[in-house]
Each structure stands twice: as C-alpha cells, then as structure tokens.
C-alpha cells in the first residue's frame, strides 16, 4: 500500500483500525502500524491529523513492545521449566529419534 496516495483523514482512519486491531491479541498490527505511519507521524511536515496518528503509532509501538517482552519471558520460562511442569509435556511437541 502506497500511503503516500492516501488522504490524511483516511490515514488517520486506517492508523485508528490498526491500533485497536492490535488489542484483539494481534501485535502484528501494532508493528504494521508504527513501521507504516512512523513517517507520517514524525517526519512529515505538519498537518491537521499528525498529532493523533502521533499517539496510536506511539501507543502501537508501547503495546508491541509490552507483548514483545511477555511473549519472549514466556518462552524462556517454559523452556526452562517444562520438565518441571505437570502439564509442560502436552504443550509439547517431541518426535522421538528412531520411532517411524
């Protein structure tokens, strides 16, 4: 997508679906999001949406970050607990060497 053809009121819009999509337990969008609009927000000349495509791409970049650190905080817990855990097995996927 080339924003560089889009109305500002649109990307305003656009950047708001982002943000809040990004809630539904999708960082994804939060990154899309702040790597899409960065530019729009802080190094474009001045315009009438700046200032609120400014604070999603801040509160996307936040959010990313903040489930970024909890996912890999996860992973390093289970991956040095998971014999230790009773249900650490069964969210594991183990294929055991010389069984076809």
Do not use: H
């Not at 970050?65 to 998971?82: G, K, M």
């Amino acid at each position: 997508m080339d924003l560089r053809k889009v109305k500002d009121d649109e990307k305003l819009t656009l950047c708001r679906r982002y943000y809040y999509g990004g809630f539904a337990l999708l960082p994804l969008l939060w990154i899309v999001n702040f790597v899409w609009f960065f530019g729009e927000a802080f190094r474009r000349a001045p315009f009438a949406e700046q200032k609120q495509i400014r604070t999603y791409v801040v509160r996307s970049a936040l959010g990313a970050v903040f489930w970024i650190i909890v996912l890999l905080a996860w992973n390093i817990y289970f991956q040095l607990n998971r014999a230790s855990l009773s249900w650490g097995d069964y969210m594991s996927f183990i294929i055991p060497t010389g069984i076809p």
